[in-house]
């Protein structure tokens, strides 16, 4: 069974950090890129950041330099440090796994964590 847990989502003053984690099981983690997305109430769905199987990394331009990604394989585990929190990252953040083998696509979402920043 896939399964795709966020935790570290929270209530943070302007300016503040956040740590959100997401424990992967079910599926070869090391195999798929890990994404972090974001909701926000009444917006679409919007990509925050990623992290390929081999490692590379790609953020969105409005979290570049404040936002960084990280993976550890041994523990399935992705992590996304915030820093620099604004309140317009006020969101629910979405844990994402997906991989693409020869024209079969297989991806997975987590239940989402709130991360609110406001004063």
């Known amino acids: 069974q896939v399964q795709l847990v966020e935790s570290g989502g929270g209530l943070v003053q302007p300016g503040g950090s956040l740590r959100l984690s997401c424990g992967a099981s079910?599926?070869?983690?090391?195999?798929?890129?890990m994404r972090w997305y974001r909701q926000a109430p009444g917006k679409e769905r919007e990509l925050v950041a990623g992290?390929?199987?081999?490692?590379?990394?790609n953020y969105a331009d409005s979290m570049k330099g404040r936002f960084t990604i990280s993976r550890d394989n041994a523990k399935n585990t992705v992590v996304l440090q915030m820093n620099s929190l604004k309140p317009e990252d006020t969101a629910v953040y979405y844990c994402n796994a997906y991989r693409r083998v020869v024209g079969l696509e297989y991806e997975y979402w987590g239940q989402g964590t709130q991360v609110t920043v406001s004063s």
């Open positions: 079910g599926f070869t983690f090391s195999d798929y890129y």
């Open positions: 992290i390929r199987a081999g490692g590379s990394r």
